[in-house]
Structure formats: C-alpha cells, structure tokens
C-alpha cells in the first residue's frame, strides 16, 4: 500500500513520490527541468540554472468587512420641475418662471453616510445619512420674483439688461436608500442600484440678479406687457433678496441611482410641490446628473 511507504518511485519513471509522516513530496524529471512539489509549493528548476517557485494553492478572496453604500460625495447634475401632467408648458400666467436648464445647476455636498447591512454577502443594505443641496434655478426671462402676502407673482423687465437671473434654494438632506450591489469582494469594481427616498429641509432661499445697468430706472410689466411697477437698478452689479418665496419648507424627492465604483448617474423626482399650496404653480421638482462618491 502506497500509503505506507516513506519512498516509492511512480511507474513513470521520471518521477519520484516521497511521503513523511503525512508530508506529500514529489519530483519530477522532464524536459530539460526538475520540479519538486511541497505540498502546494512548486519548485522548478532548469538546466540553464533558472528557478521558478510558485504558490499552487489558491488565494481565497476575503468578503468585504461590511456593507458599503454610496452616499458620500458630490452630486452635480441640473435642476428643472413638471406641471402635474408630467410636461413644462405652464399657464401663461406663470411664463416668468421658464427655465434656463442648462444653467439651473444642482450641486450636493452629500457629508457623511452610514450603512446598515441586510445581507450576509454584504451586497445589499440600506445607506442613510447627511448632505446639503444648492439648487439653482435659472430664469430664461429678464423676470423679478416677488412675495407677497398672498402668493409668488413674478414681472418682466423692461428697459434694462440684467444678465444673470435665478432662484437658489438650500436644503439640508437626509437620505433611507436601499442599494445592491455585485461584487462581494471588492466596492470599487462592482456594479451597484440604489433606489429610495432623500429628505430635505430648506433652510435659506434667496434671488440674485446681475445687473449690466447701474442706477437705470426700468419698469415691471405683467404677462400682458402692462407696466405694474417702476424701480431702479442699484449701484452694485450684483444684488441678492432673502425671502421663502412661499417656497415649500419640505422636500421628499424619490430618487433612484445606478453606476460603477466611484462613479454613478442618479434622478431625483419630487413627491411634494416647490411652492407651498395655493402660494405658486403646483410643480415638482427633479434633477439629473452625476455623483463622485466614496469619500
């Protein structure tokens, strides 16, 4: 019984088994070289003098630690929003708030993350968290945006060149995402979805517009071109206004995101309007775009 031999040669003759207490050694002559297999370590050597060694036994990749998600980073994409029926053709009597989209940037300083795991692959979990979201909305029309006591009512410049004219709204965010991803392994080489909810609180809203007139006086007209106010350009280019803007205090914006490693394509579609009710147009808002996350 081989078992029991400490040395025995194979009836291959170039090849010789040894066996020691347990401990599997063979050599094998062959083709100008000598190899010498250790258990799962291989020695080769040639003729030339050139030695080989190599590791037979295959590493075994380690699961991640933990589910990580991907939250953190910097959202960058553009803003717009929808009547109820899913379009951008507003009532007339709302044209001031037609958007430039190309310019109506949204950036998202996504802060920290922390994850909770609901799988034992690690591959899938939920990712919450904190953030703060810019959201610019850039009017295509020379309008100003005003509040008053009743509703946002918004007028057309005329006489006066104003080339910069926007809407920002600042949110502080807080996202319950669920996310799968493919790869066990190794978060920078998988593919990953995520689909949920972002939170947002607003916490400071504000007009600028940039002036190319200074101390020029113009006038405010409604839809109909009737002149309603008579103002005048300040003595600084650039002039910023405070105020809610009867702005919705809430968000809660459906989000769903998908891409690879460190980079993802993401959608936000909000569930609640950008104007408070009976204050403004009912409309939702929504952003794409991209994020560069895993800080």
Known sequence: DKSDLIFYASPNEDTININVAGMKIKVIENKGKTEVRVGKHKIQVYEDGKVNINNLKKEKKKKRPKFDGHWAGIDLGINGYLTPDYDMNFDKSYDYLDLDMSKSIKVGINLFEQNISLSRSQVFGITTGLGLEYNNYRFR???????????????????????????????????????????????????????????????????????????????????????????????????????????????????????????????TYSLSTLFKVDKGPELYPFSIGLTLSDW
């Open 141 to 267: 029309n020379n309008i100003s945006l005003i509040s008053d006591s009743s509703e946002i009512k918004g007028y057309f410049n005329e006489g006066i060149v104003i080339s910069k004219n926007k809407l920002v709204a600042t949110y502080l965010t807080l996202p319950v995402l669920f996310e799968l991803q493919t790869n066990k392994y190794k978060k920078s080489n998988s593919f990953h979805f995520t689909a949920g909810m972002i939170f947002g609180l607003r916490i400071t809203s504000h007009t600028k517009k940039v002036f190319e007139e200074l101390e020029k006086d113009y006038t405010m007209n409604d839809e109909t071109g009737q002149a309603v106010f008579s103002a005048t350009s300040p003595d600084q280019k650039i002039s910023k206004k405070f105020d809610d803007f009867h702005l919705n205090p809430f968000r809660m914006d459906a989000t769903a995101r998908i891409g690879w490693g460190w980079v993802n394509v993401f959608a």
